[in-house]
């Protein structure tokens, strides 16, 4: 028996069919057009923001506070220091109070700082509009989920109801026999018609822009670690001399984390032929051709990178489980001291003036991050209860003692 939170059994559990849908994007619904128009632009004075009153809410303003630790925008509600007047307040969202070191994002590539923060140019509105198609038509891994449509009955906004746990599956290298390529075959198969490929994959295809998609996959090839990590496999499989060929997907990395977000290729994959001798834990051997779907491990390094790629154009790493805090000497031995996926999202999705505003300006591609990175943390909740029962059935029998004393 597990001890865990309760959850809603009203329909079957996740199916292991390995699903190419994206339970993130419907087709069919309503494009992000209402985001097209939307100016992106932090502040960047670091003066006390006063709330301004309205009649029918309370405005914050903006964020004008900057973190001492991270450089972070944060609101004068936000500080630690809740006394009124703290001339240099703290923060302990964003950054931990400096328990917590990562590297700052790049700027994006010029044709996407293009694509995203130029409002006026028709390429811009258009991919503006349609930025989570063009995302999905990149992704090297497809999402999976057990959905419960029966909400979505046109009496109110569109409703996402899952049971069990989203994943993340990636294919062989090769599609079947007759069957067409998908996501990450994409940057290995037939790739004199890659662009035809990655259009005709859509259901609804009548907005995209084969030109906005030829300069996005040079873009990735030219930028993107993973993008050109399979591009090698490619030129490897096209030698034809090698049968046995399959591509081990790195999970771990030997770089400091604290300085380094930004793999090379030889840490990200490792060309393997015959047989495979042994992996690490979370690595993923990826067949040549035919096989199963395999499941993409939440804490592997590159599990939001490979979902991702227009919100990390560089490939960069995502969470990287057993990451210590800084070495301070202001923190016990006895506290926690390992970085979460809590603190991770909280640390990334902040506004800095000296740091790359892919992810923020993203719009709803944003916000299906979030709910992304909203399953990741609670994966990692139920793998901490998983891990702990006997604690938790410690404490219970402790509970139930107390209570009959």
Known sequence: M????????????????????????D???????????????????TSKAEPCYNIDYYDLCDSMIECRHCKAFVWYQE??????????????????????ELPFL????SLL?????????????????????????????????????????GSGPPTIRIQGQTCHHIGSLLPPQGQTPKFAQLYIYDIENEVANRINGLRNKKNIDPRIVQN?????????????????????????N?????????????????????PTGFEVVA?????????????????????????????????????????????????????AHRDLHIFDNNSRNKLTIREWLAFRIQTRSEEGKTILSSRRLFQQFLVDGNTMLEGEILKWLRNNQSKLRVTKYRIFKEEGD
Do not use: W
Request: charged share 20%; glycine share 6%.
């Open 2 to 25: 597990l001890f865990t939170p309760a959850i809603n059994l009203d329909f079957d559990s996740e199916s292991g069919d390995g699903s190419d849908y994206n339970p993130f994007l």
């Open 27 to 45: 087709q069919e619904s309503e494009d992000d057009s209402s985001f097209a128009n939307v100016e992106v632009s932090p502040p960047y004075s």
């Open 79 to 100: 500080r630690m220091d809740k006394h009124k007047h703290a001339a240099n307040p703290k923060c302990q969202l964003c950054y931990g109070n400096g328990k917590f």
């Open 106 to 109: 790049k700027h994006p590539p």
């Open 113 to 153: 700082s293009h694509l995203l923060f130029d409002h006026n140019p028709k390429d811009s509105k258009n991919f503006q509009s349609n930025l989570r198609t063009y995302n999905m038509m990149f992704e090297f891994t497809s999402p999976g989920a057990k959905l419960d449509n029966k909400f979505n009955n």
């Open 216 to 240: 996005l996959s040079n873009m990735l090839y030219t930028h993107n670690t993973h993008a050109k990590s399979f591009c090698m496999a490619r030129q490897r499989l096209n030698q034809g």
């Open 242 to 262: 090698v049968h046995n060929l399959k591509l081990r997907l790195i999970a771990n990395r030997a770089t400091n984390g604290r300085v380094y977000n930004q």
């Open 271 to 323: 060309l393997i032929v015959g047989d495979v001798d042994m992996t690490e834990e979370r690595d993923i051997i990826m067949q040549r051709q035919g096989g199963t779907l395999k499941r993409i491990d939440e804490f592997h390094a590159s599990y939001l990178a490979y979902q991702y790629p227009l919100l990390f154009p560089y490939g960069e790493d995502g969470y990287r489980p057993n990451f």
